[in-house]
């Protein structure tokens, strides 16, 4: 089974920027998908962007295109999350997933983290 942790969540202030990282416990970046999501009290969990295996683009929902930046290390295999001109309803916990098989935004992926609060204020 795949572990995965966040980290790099905090509290920033409007148009503010974060980079958010998932390590995972083993290298899956050749044969996982792995996107990032969030997710609001009341809310359902929004898909933010996906990075595919092999040579594929990232993509993003369109609530963050332009602002959002999938991206991995290589060698390590951490997917990360720039995030800037933060806006405050990107306020969520950031959840990192991962799949050997789905990959998309919906959340229908097998494995996820914990998860990483953000907050962004006015």
């Known amino acids: 089974q795949v572990q995965l942790v966040e980290s790099g969540g905090g509290s920033v202030q409007l148009g503010g920027s974060l980079r958010l990282s998932c390590a995972a416990s083993e290298y899956i970046h050749s044969t996982y998908c792995m996107a990032w999501f969030r997710q609001t009290p009341g809310k359902e969990r929004e898909g933010v962007g996906v990075?595919?295996?092999?040579?594929?683009?990232?993509f993003y929902a369109d609530s963050v295109k332009g602002r959002f930046t999938i991206s991995q290390d290589n060698a390590k295999g951490t997917l990360y999350l720039q995030m800037n001109s933060l806006k405050p309803e990107d306020t969520a916990m950031y959840y990192c997933a991962a799949d050997v098989g789905y990959c998309g935004l919906a959340p229908l992926y097998n494995y996820w983290g914990q998860g990483t609060q953000v907050t962004v204020s006015s």
């Open positions: 990075m595919p295996t092999g040579g594929a683009s990232a």
